[in-house]
């Protein structure tokens, strides 16, 4: 079991920047694939961003391509997202979550195939 605890989340103006951090306890993270994902109210989950075991290969949702970097430190067992040039409809609450990876270096950009979740950190990006 893989236990994960999101935080950096809050209340930013429009232009402005957040680091969302995510902590893993029960297994050694660079085991698994880590995705990003996001829901505002009213809409389905959508993908942020993905990192492969080592964090060498990234991918990211086209809305917040060239805005949000994803990096991994697996000896501290976290995953960041840092978010610059928010903007309101980036508000939503952000997921982070675990997968067991079948090829070294995939990324995973669906939220199928991924087995652990964190409780959410809420985004809200005044305008």
């Known amino acids: 079991q893989v236990q994960l605890v999101e935080s950096g989340g809050g209340l930013v103006q429009a232009g402005g920047s957040l680091r969302l951090s995510c902590v893993a306890s029960g297994r050694t993270l660079s085991n698994y694939g880590m995705g990003w994902f996001r829901q505002a109210p009213g809409k389905e989950r959508d993908f942020v961003a993905a990192?492969?075991?080592?964090?060498?290969?990234?991918g990211y949702g086209d809305s917040v391509k060239g805005r949000f970097t994803v990096s991994r430190d697996n000896a501290k067992n976290t995953v960041y997202l840092q978010m610059n040039t928010l903007k309101p409809e980036d508000t939503a609450v952000y997921y982070c979550?675990?997968?067991?990876?079948?090829?070294?270096?995939?990324?995973?950009?669906?939220?199928?195939?991924?087995?652990?979740w964190g409780q959410g950190t809420q985004v809200t990006v005044s305008s």
């Open positions: 990192i492969s075991q080592s964090g060498a290969r990234t």
């Open positions: 979550a675990a997968r067991q990876v079948y090829t070294t270096g995939s990324l995973y950009t669906t939220s199928e195939g991924y087995a652990y």
